[in-house]
Nanobody
Framework: QVHLVESGGGLVQSGGSLRLSCAASGSVGSINAMGWYRQAPGNSRELVASITSGGDTSYAESVKGRFTISRDNAKNTVDLQMNSLKPEDTAVYYC?????????????WGQGTQVTVSS
């Protein structure tokens, strides 16, 4: 079993910054990717950013140039640096971990952390 714990959410003004962190513990094993999804009220969950074990990154178009994902493979942690935040970034952000390194995969999820950006 894998357990993900997120931290770093909160309330920030438009244009501000926040850094989200996620730590994986338990029987982690090999990892294909880690990353972040978000879900705003009334919306479906969307991928924000992901990073593979090899360091390849992927971002939603809406956050490119503003968010940066990073990962520490040795510590099984993933961070999301969010700059130039906008009110539309307001959502619950969920960390995920995809394992094992090769398909078929299984995704583990964190409990979510609220990010609120005021205008």
């Amino acid at each position: 079993q894998v357990h993900l714990v997120e931290s770093g959410g909160g309330l920030v003004q438009s244009g501000g910054s926040l850094r989200l962190s996620c730590a994986a513990s338990g029987s982690v094993g090999s990892i294909n990717a880690m990353g972040w999804y978000r879900q705003a009220p009334g919306n479906s969950r969307e991928l924000v950013a992901s990073i593979t074990s090899g360091g390849d990154t992927s971002y939603a178009e809406s956050v490119k140039g503003r968010f940066t994902i990073s990962r520490d493979n040795a510590k099984n942690t993933v961070d999301l640096q969010m700059n130039s935040l906008k009110p539309e970034d307001t959502a619950v952000y969920y960390c995920y971990l995809r394992t094992p390194a090769w398909a078929p995969w299984y995704d583990y999820w964190g409990q979510g952390t609220q990010v609120t950006v005021s205008s």
